[in-house]
């Protein structure tokens, strides 16, 4: 998905970011940007636990960067893939001066 052809949404921009807002979830952009990844392969290479993964794996998949799907291996076993969602965001002012706009959440401390 080229994101720069999308309508970004102010809401959309800030969960955009905020999901990509650690070193961890970097990380995984950059794994999984070479191939899918079941989630043991990955918590493995990222020596993570895999609840904190999963945690990690969850916000950036509700921000539409990442996807899963459940697949079955030979022996039966479920496997949980992601993989990486392609964009490209040209991040610069004009960006986040038309996302302003629309933003619906509203900065910490101001009165409602």
């Given at each position: ?85 392609a964009f490209d965001l040209p991040l610069n002012q004009a960006l986040i001066a038309k996302a302003a706009q ?11």
């Amino acid at each position: 998905m080229n994101r720069s052809d999308m309508k970004l949404t102010g809401d959309q921009l800030l969960t955009f970011l905020e999901a990509l807002a650690t070193p961890h979830r970097l990380q995984i952009v950059s794994i999984l940007g070479r191939e899918r990844k079941y989630v043991s392969q990955l918590a493995r290479e990222l020596e993570m636990s895999r609840p904190l993964l999963y945690m990690h794996l969850k916000k950036m998949e509700k921000a539409g960067i990442v996807k899963s799907t459940l697949e079955l291996s030979d022996d039966g076993k479920a496997m949980k893939y992601y993989e990486l969602v392609a964009f490209d965001l040209p991040l610069n002012q004009a960006l986040i001066a038309k996302a302003a706009q629309s933003l619906t959440t509203k900065p910490k401390g101001s009165e409602s």
